[in-house]
């Protein structure tokens, strides 16, 4: 495969950053297929119309999902990328990879594909980027049984499930993020490997409300850590910050200029709800009102802890646009157990009834956050079976209007509306 | 009286051969089985794809089903759009 000539984008390798340009030109030396990569995307710039053509092929044999397929509309001028499908590795559980699993991975996808990889995908897995129709099986192969791993999900799948690294190193997970991920992956294997729903569905698990994989932006079914009862606060470690003597933020922001630092300033004035102030030298939180967002946790690490009774809140719709703008995920359950004494089964219990609803509601390609909000959050909560509460809303009054049923009203009330309507024509 | 799984499977196939377009939603296949739940449905639709009765067809964000007699191969030919 020849170079080609590629002025507007030699203009990208200009400047002080990394370059994918850079980059791919040094990848074609051993992958000649990556010239046809930037002659074609040099082309897309001439002609302002991407030449990428998708659809059809999904997956490997006995898999509906993991193979994202893309062929060149100009196979003519750039051969090398008449086919380049997309391969989804299912990435390990907090993405943790010995060195040889590594060299493994790499070492296959330059024997099956242009060695291109994207570490990892906004789903969580590590992407591979460029093979033919024919690699696909090969590759398969050996993935499972050499390396034993395994593909991830794609089109109207249940998505690769993600976590940020929870137990395994950070104190303030809630739950074990890891082994919940682990669990619901291997429960799920027909919903990941062959499609399920309306249109995609992604679970993502957080040990604590720093979201390190931003589950409540990019999941339809976010678990996020978060506890019941008080911070725990460690008064004498307070005065230690106080007195400058404890590095703030852990220490992540000590090249900065931000003078000594101040209780008032970085903590009481930032909480959220503004729940925290200072009786004397003593630090006092109104846990009554506090959201659990951790941010003076992260400010002052060893004198503020979560609680002790730990679990999680679930957030559920989250979305990028794509028929809709994007949203954020709405919280639904304030708290949930989460154990794996009981394999999750109560998890479990709050996806299959989403699951059952949308898939029986939720229209062609629509995500189940958009489904919600075409039916309104009392429908959905009632539809949940969750008792709303107040912090179910932003603010009171968005929507004045209140139905009760007759249940929910004590000593109920009889409703003839046949009689309503003779006394009172439609 | 509920469908037995054959007759759900065999009302599937009738309707991916004379549905308008080749490429289905999997929604499209509830109304051959009021009475079942569409995980069941789904189920039945993927047995159908092992069988080599349907084929999976992406559009790229969504998997649909498709007769695989119905759909053009992607390459070699012009392709589907
Ligand atoms: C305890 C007694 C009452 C309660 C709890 C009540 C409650 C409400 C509420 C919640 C609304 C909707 C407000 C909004 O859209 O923001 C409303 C609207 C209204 N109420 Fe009442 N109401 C009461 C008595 C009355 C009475 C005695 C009258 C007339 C004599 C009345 C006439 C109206 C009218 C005309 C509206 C419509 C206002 C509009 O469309 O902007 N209400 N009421
Ligand atoms: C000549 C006399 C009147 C005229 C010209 C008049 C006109 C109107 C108009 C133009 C509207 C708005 C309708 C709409 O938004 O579609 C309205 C609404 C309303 N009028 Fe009147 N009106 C008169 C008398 C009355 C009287 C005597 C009452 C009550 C005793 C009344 C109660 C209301 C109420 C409650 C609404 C709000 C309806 C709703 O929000 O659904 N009006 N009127
Ligand atoms: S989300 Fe919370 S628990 Fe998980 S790694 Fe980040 S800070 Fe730690
Ligand atoms: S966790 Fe957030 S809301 Fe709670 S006290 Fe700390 S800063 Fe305030």
Avoid at chain 1, 256 to 271: Q, T, Y
Avoid at chain 1, 326 to 353: C, G, H, L, W
Avoid at chain 2, 6 to 23: C, D, G, L, M
């Amino acid at each position: 495969m020849a170079k080609h000539d590629t002025p507007m984008l030699d203009e990208l390798e200009k400047g002080p950053w990394p370059s994918f340009v850079t980059d791919l030109k040094r990848q074609a030396e051993t992958h000649p297929e990556c010239w046809d990569i930037l002659g074609q995307l040099e082309l897309s710039y001439e002609d302002k119309i991407t030449h990428w053509k998708h659809g059809g092929i999904v997956g490997v044999f006995g898999y509906g999902g993991g193979i994202v397929g893309r062929y060149s509309d100009v196979p003519g001028r750039f051969p090398g990328v008449e086919h380049f499908h997309t391969i989804r590795v299912a990435q390990p559980s907090g993405m943790y990879y010995s060195t040889e699993n590594l060299r493994a991975l790499m070492d296959l996808w330059d024997k099956y594909g242009s060695g291109m990889t994207n570490m990892h995908g906004s789903t969580g897995d590590m992407i591979l980027l460029g093979t033919r129709t024919e690699n696909l099986e090969p590759l398969f192969w050996d993935l499972t049984h050499d390396l034993k791993q395994d593909l991830g999900g794609s089109g109207s799948n249940l998505r690769t499930p993600s976590c940020c690294l929870g137990e395994s190193r950070c104190e303030w997970s809630c739950y074990d993020t890891q082994d919940i991920c682990y669990a619901l992956t291997m429960h799920y294997q027909d919903e990941i490997h062959r499609p399920a729903f309306p249109y995609k569905f992604k679970f993502k698990f957080s040990g604590c409300a720093n979201d390190c994989v931003a589950a409540i932006a990019r999941s339809d079914f976010a678990v996020i850590g978060t506890w019941k009862d008080d911070i725990q606060i460690d008064q004498a470690a307070v005065k230690e910050y106080v007195a400058g003597n404890y590095s703030v933020n852990g220490g992540s922001h000590k090249d900065g200029d931000w003078g000594p630092f101040s209780l008032k300033k970085e903590v009481i004035d930032l909480c959220p709800t503004q729940c925290m102030w200072m009786e004397g030298e003593e630090l006092k939180i109104d846990n009554s009102e506090c959201n659990r967002c951790m941010h003076c946790i992260n400010v002052m690490p060893r004198a503020l802890r979560p609680g002790k009774e730990k679990g999680a809140t679930i957030c559920m719709g989250a979305k990028a646009p794509i028929l809709d703008g994007a949203q954020f995920a709405t919280m639904i359950i304030p708290f949930i157990e989460v154990s794996k004494e009981n394999e999750y089964e109560n998890i479990i219990d709050v996806i299959e009834r989403i699951w059952d609803w949308w898939m029986e509601v939720g229209k062609n390609r629509e995500r189940v956050g958009e489904t919600m909000q075409r039916v309104g959050l009392p429908t959905f909560l009632s539809i949940m079976e969750v008792e709303p509460i107040p912090q179910h809303i932003r603010e009171p009054r968005s929507n004045p209007y209140v139905f009760w049923k007759e249940e929910e009203v004590p000593g109920g009330f009889e409703r003839d509306i046949v009689a309503f309507r003779k006394r009172h024509a439609a | 009286m509920a469908m037995s799984k054959e007759e759900v499977e065999a009302a599937i196939i009738e309707k991916a051969k004379k549905a308008p377009k080749p490429q289905l939603y999997i929604k499209d296949f509830y109304k051959c089985a009021p009475d079942m739940k569409p995980r069941q449905i789904k189920n039945i639709a993927n047995k159908l794809v092992q069988k080599g009765e349907l084929m999976f067809w992406s559009s790229g964000s969504t998997t649909m089903y498709a007769r695989p007699d119905r759909i053009k191969d992607e390459e070699g030919s012009e392709g589907v759009n």
